[in-house]
């Protein structure tokens, strides 16, 4: 059973910024997908951005223009910098990764597939006060 760690959550006032990262150093192979994802109680998981081990990045309309997405291949973290935070921002943030590049989407019909079969962390909660 592979392990994500996500961390850097916490508490911020808006306009601020957050730095999360998530760890899947013990994730083995060698291509893969990585995304981050958030979902408020009642709403459904929304994907926010992916980067594939090629480090190509990829943004939904969410974060796009105030957000990067990174990846340290060697050490296998990925990273997500979220600027100019919103109270609506605030969520549970999880990451996930999916074994392959092929179909490395977050949206489109078949992006919630190729995300359920993936491995995930456990989220870490970014709370963001006006």
């Known amino acids: 059973q592979v392990e994500l760690m996500e961390s850097g959550g916490g508490s911020v006032q808006a306009g601020g910024s957050v730095r999360l990262s998530c760890d899947a150093s013990?994730?083995?192979?060698?291509?893969?997908?990585m995304g981050w994802f958030r979902q408020v109680p009642g709403k459904e998981r929304e994907g926010l951005a992916a980067i594939d081990s090629d480090s190509s990045p990829r943004y939904t309309d969410s974060v796009k223009g105030r957000s990067t997405i990174s990846l340290d291949t060697a050490k296998k973290i990925m990273y997500l910098q979220i600027e100019s935070l919103k109270p609506e921002d605030t969520a549970m943030y999880y990451c996930?990764?999916?074994?392959?590049?092929?179909?490395?989407?977050?949206?489109?019909?078949?992006?919630?597939?190729?995300?359920?079969?993936?491995?995930w962390g456990r989220g870490t909660q970014v709370s963001v006060s006006s």
């Open positions: 996930a990764v999916v074994g392959t590049r092929v179909g490395c989407s977050l949206e489109g019909p078949r992006a919630r597939v190729f995300w359920n079969n993936g491995y």
């Open positions: 013990k994730y083995t192979r060698s291509f893969y997908c």
